[in-house]
């Protein structure tokens, strides 16, 4: 299968690299405004140069890209693979728009370990919380990253919310004064050295803690998932696929 990577980031080339690697999949070129390294296969500064077939696109670019990318695609019929970050909710829609004519996986966390996580939250939240138990997420990530809270602590709050209606978001107590409610759900964002991603869910109850972690050690992952996340919607005709219905 021909795959196309946008963005040449330090993602980009490790998706590159990783695509190169798998016996799948051949890397007909790779999309960036710009390079600092060369490459044997093709550069292109946008995808209007593209001329190669392409089944699927692997995306760690920029959200500015998205609707170029959502075009190429539908008018190609390709897979899309959209990792990028910090999308607006209007981009969202447009995403989930695009995937009733092309398969998508659209997930700020690629890890095949968070979407295992995210079912296991999913699976006991709800036991947890009619039994009396706080749910708290702590998430962690290096100083360089600027948004806050992190994607996949706003999936896993989903995954909760989704089950427990009545359950609402607290992001900032400092401004808070009165006890814990009980539909609480603290969502809690570190940024500290080179921390390459952490997220917890805290099951607190009386005289017990449960706590359920994921740790990555490195930005590995994150590209191994984005392959696994193309094999895995290639031959769909179509559909919005996440961490919480591709496995």
């Given at each position: 299968m021909n795959i196309l990577v946008y963005g040449f980031g330090l993602m980009g080339k490790k998706v590159a690299q990783a695509v190169r690697d798998n016996d799948q999949m051949n890397l007909v070129g790779v999309v960036s405004p710009v390079f600092d390294a060369k490459i044997d296969e093709k550069m292109y500064n946008s995808?209007?140069?593209?001329?190669?077939?392409?089944?699927?696109?692997?995306?760690f670019s920029h959200p500015n890209n998205l609707e170029d990318i959502l075009k190429f695609g539908v008018s190609h019929h390709c897979a899309l693979v959209i990792a990028t970050t910090g999308f607006s909710?209007?981009?969202?829609?447009?995403?989930?728009?695009?995937?009733?004519?092309?398969?998508?996986?659209?997930?700020?966390?690629?890890?095949f370990g968070v979407s295992m996580l995210n079912k296991i939250v999913k699976e006991v939240?709800?036991?947890?919380?009619?039994?009396?138990?706080?749910?708290?997420?702590?998430?962690?990530?290096?100083?360089?990253?600027?948004?806050?809270?992190?994607?996949?602590?706003?999936?896993?709050?989903?995954?909760?919310?989704?089950?427990?209606?009545?359950?609402?978001?607290?992001?900032?107590?400092?401004?808070?004064?009165?006890?814990?409610?009980?539909?609480e759900v603290g969502?809690?964002?570190?940024?500290?050295?080179?921390?390459?991603?952490?997220?917890?869910?805290?099951?607190?109850?009386?005289d017990e803690i449960i706590e359920v972690?994921?740790?990555?050690?490195?930005?590995?992952?994150?590209?191994q998932g984005a392959i696994s996340a193309c094999l895995a919607i290639i031959d769909k005709e179509n559909g919005y696929f996440t961490l919480k219905n591709l496995y």
């Open positions: 995808l209007s140069e593209v001329t190669e077939d392409v089944d699927a696109i692997i995306d909710e209007q981009q969202l829609l447009h995403i989930e728009e695009a995937s009733s004519q092309i398969p998508i996986f659209q997930s700020y966390n690629t890890s939240s709800k036991t947890f919380y009619d039994q009396g138990y706080d749910i708290e997420i702590i998430e962690k990530h290096h100083n360089q990253k600027v948004d806050a809270p992190s994607g996949t602590a706003k999936l896993l709050y989903d995954s909760i919310h989704e089950n427990i209606d009545e359950t609402k978001e607290v992001y900032d107590r400092s401004q808070v004064h009165h006890k814990r409610e009980k539909n969502i809690s964002s570190v940024r500290a050295g080179t921390i390459f991603g952490e997220h917890t869910v805290l099951f607190a109850g009386h972690k994921h740790t990555a050690l490195s930005k590995e992952v994150f590209v």
